[in-house]
């Protein structure tokens, strides 16, 4: 049987001359589908879903949209163009040319974080399978299954590499991928935040809001790779990322205008009101943020970290945006860490897990300015804030050191107290699980949560994104 590949598979990887990859794929392809059928989006399968696929890499030519089968959508293998002459950005082997292949020593190293990075990806879509039972809208819904495919396909990208670059070994670690489960008790994913359910489009939205954010720093940071294929693969998932924190943005952005409305018509902002009126109250959206934020913050390791260190040494793992800074060796250069003895002074190499996530966090602040904006010409004195790096912590010096969000030391005893005011509770938790009701009717949307400002592509919102038939 011969099979047009690429038709099936989208790709500018040459996968239609390339037998040794055809061979290993055409291996894997079906238990992707048998995973994405078993873990992936419950229901649905046979909808018609508007979605955009990747075709090419250019501007116009990367994203098509139209209406498909999910099992059909054509999962295809991008790598951003390749920079003619392009050197290696950073670490010891700063200045010489970047490679096409994996030097022999950093084999198992490189292996490693593909597998992470490729993990999070299914993982993501685990979490979120059940969603779409309970989408407030066709809009939304569209959404969350354009961000599974994509994540899908951010597999695949991962899959590809392992496949191409890292013989035997990789198939069986792409095999792998599939074999674990988010929140598996036996065989669970490997980041904590990639193992807690997504139950609720609430989770939903600050997951994409503050854990898809955190794809996009990792991905900036793995863009500037000495391993050329891998810096290319994933400058091209950016592309991708943009809509994801999109998603999370403007869904949170609407949880809030649909509650700053009821608390203008009942003239309150007490939870209690505002929750009888059917939104959510901002004391809660305060708590999950809470959640997805410091649980995000544990994906980028340790500040202090020797893997950080021998990554930017050798090529592997550059800061995000690597062109700002000016001292690309960093072999002199010392960093301030914050932990619960006091400033530590440590090599800047050993920071870099630190450096990475201050971005972040800077990032993240962006759009708690502007949800805040929203709050303020509504005419409240409330504002969001994100917690202190230090709070809720389990990775890196101050994990389980007990601190109130605004990062002062307290006891344990008042950590167990003070965590119900400032994390979501079961009841918290069960409220929002009962305003997780289904609207599926073309425009209209669920009463704890406002429509977007436009629809996708230039269609109107009320567009049947998704065709129940
Ligand atoms: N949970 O020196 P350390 C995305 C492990 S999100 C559990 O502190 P290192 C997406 C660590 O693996 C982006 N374990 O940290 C978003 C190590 O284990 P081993 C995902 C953790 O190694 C939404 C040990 O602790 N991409 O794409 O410098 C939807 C000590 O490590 C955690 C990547 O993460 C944790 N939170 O850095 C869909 C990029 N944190 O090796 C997708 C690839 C650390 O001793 N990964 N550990 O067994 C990496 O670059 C690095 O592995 C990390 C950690 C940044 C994660
Ligand atoms: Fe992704
Ligand atoms: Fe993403």
Redesign the pocket.
Same mark, same amino acid.
């Given at each position: 049987m011969s099979i047009n590949y690429n038709d099936k598979i989208p790709n500018n990887v040459n996968l239609a001359n390339d037998r040794k990859l055809q061979r290993a794929l055409e291996h894997w392809q079906p238990h992707f589908l048998k995973w994405w059928d078993e873990q992936g989006p419950k229901d649905y399968q046979s909808n018609d879903v508007y979605l955009r696929t990747a075709v090419g890499v250019d501007a116009k030519g990367w994203a098509s949209y139209g209406h498909v089968k999910m099992p059909d959508y054509r999962w295809g293998i991008f790598l951003a163009d390749q920079m003619p002459e392009r050197k290696i950005g950073f670490g010891d082997h700063f200045g010489e040319p970047v490679w096409q292949q994996v030097p022999g020593e950093l084999r198992s190293q490189f292996r +490693?974080?593909?597998v992470? $990075?490729g993990?999070?990806?299914p993982?993501?879509?685990e979490?979120q399978r059940l969603l779409g039972l309970t989408c407030p809208s066709l809009y939304d819904l569209r959404n969350l299954f354009q961000?599974n495919v994509e994540?899908g396909r951010?597999l695949w990208a991962m899959v590809y590499l392992l496949h191409c670059y890292f013989g035997r070994d990789g198939r069986e670690e792409a095999e792998e991928l599939l074999a674990r489960h988010s929140g598996d008790t036996d065989n669970p994913r490997?980041?904590?935040?990639?193992n807690e359910p997504i139950s609720d489009w609430l989770s939903f939205f600050m997951?994409?809001y503050f854990?898809? +954010?955190?794809?996009?720093? $990792?991905?900036k940071?793995?863009s500037e790779s000495a391993f050329d294929p891998l810096a290319r693969t994933c400058r091209f998932?950016l592309t991708e990322?943009a809509h994801?924190m999109f998603v999370g943005e403007t869904g949170v952005g609407r949880v809030i205008k649909r509650s700053l409305e009821v608390m203008k018509e009942t003239g309150t902002d007490d939870p209690s009101i505002i929750r009888k009126n059917g939104a959510v109250d901002l004391v809660t959206i305060q708590k999950y943020l809470n959640f997805w934020f410091s649980?995000?913050l544990?994906?980028?390791?340790?500040?202090?970290?020797?893997?950080?260190a021998s990554?930017f040494a050798s090529g592997?793992?550059g800061r995000p945006d690597e062109g700002r800074y000016e001292d690309h060796i960093c072999n002199d250069a010392t960093y301030d860490i914050d932990t619960p003895e006091g400033t530590e002074q440590v090599s800047l190499r050993n920071a870099?897990?630190d450096v990475?996530r201050e971005a972040y966090v800077k990032d993240c602040e962006i759009g708690i300015k502007r949800w805040n904006m929203m709050i303020k010409r509504a005419n409240f004195d409330i504002t969001l804030t994100l917690p202190s790096t230090r709070f809720h912590r389990?990775?890196?010096s101050w994990a389980n050191v007990p601190t109130e969000p605004s990062g002062k030391s307290i006891s344990q005893t008042e950590y167990k107290n003070g965590i119900l005011s400032w994390l979501p509770t079961e009841q918290d938790r069960a409220f929002i699980r009962s305003l997780m009701q289904r609207v599926v009717e073309p425009g209209k949307m669920a009463g704890w949560i406002a429509p977007p400002d436009r629809g996708i592509n230039n269609n109107p919102v009320d567009y049947e994104y998704v065709r129940l038939k």
């Open positions: +490693r974080i593909i992470t $990075q993990d999070t990806e993982a993501s879509v979490q961000v994540e951010h490997i980041l904590g935040t990639f997951f994409t854990t898809d +954010r955190d794809g996009k720093f $990792q991905l940071s793995l998932m990322e994801h649980s995000s544990d994906l980028f390791g340790s500040e202090i970290s020797s893997n950080a990554s592997i793992k870099m897990n990475t389990t990775i890196g």
